[in-house]
């Protein structure tokens, strides 16, 4: 059993990653599991050795130090690629041929799906349809999934439940797609308590259908409030200082960033709803 953090490699961590990151070791300590790093390096991202480091050595001077060697997952392909044939073995996939700009039209046709939904277009085509629109665009591989509702009770959030669409499981490019591969990390790594920022909240009903799907889990959610700028929105590099270095530099120590973070969540784990998650960088 154990939980995780799971950043992207492509930058020093900011201070909303760290406090993200804090929540998963706090809830891992709390329940005496072990916590593991997993870098997310798929999906384009030009992952370097050297931010991977910066970010280990951020959390380390946090106090933050993973039970194994962190996991990338470009090392792991194999692994997506046969969690994708079971799908495909279990009449769980189709191939999708649409363009994003067929997909914008038909969301907004009269009767169109909701906004961000996908309308089903390739769901229903005939093998001679397949083959003829193959010819033109290679296909994306999308998860069945109907829209299904799908209800889970998070630690934070309380009672949640999202439609799901057809998903993409994995792009046209190859690349296996997020949904598909957190599900088969966190299964492979044993993680009983998947801890992470809301705005991955309703992607949770998507990965709840995949998980169900390879029979794995089942895991304990918990999503906590983004840190956000004085606008109220996610944090960009025009809000100034964030990382621990760039905060070094006005002064703050790496005890104080830690103290930062602890105080702005009052009330600890069980109380996120009083936490106060707006930053604004002061000299210290
Ligand atoms: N890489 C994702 C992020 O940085 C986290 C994914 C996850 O925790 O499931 O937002």
Known sequence: MSGRFAPSPTGDLHIGNLRTAYASWLDAQQRNIDWLVRFEDLDGVVAHRETADSQLASLEALG??????PLWQSEHLERYEAAIQALVASELTYPCYCSRREIREAVSAPNGPPAGMYPGTCSTLSTQQRSDRAEHRPAALRFRAEAAEVGFD????GPSSYPVDDFVIRRNDGVPA???VVVVDD???GVSSVVRADDLLSSTSRQILVARALD???FDYSHVPLVVNEAGDRLTKR????????LAQMGWTPDDVFDWIRESMTGG????????NTWSPVPR
Do not use: K, R
């Open 64 to 69: 933050m130090v993973p039970a194994h060697e």
């Open 154 to 157: 998070d630690h934070v959030c």
């Open 178 to 180: 997020y949904n598909l």
């Open 187 to 189: 299964g492979f790594q």
């Open 216 to 218: 794995l889990g089942p």
């Open 239 to 246: 809000d100034g200082a964030m990382t621990l270095h760039q």
């Open 269 to 276: 784990l069980e109380a996120p709803g009083q936490w106060s």
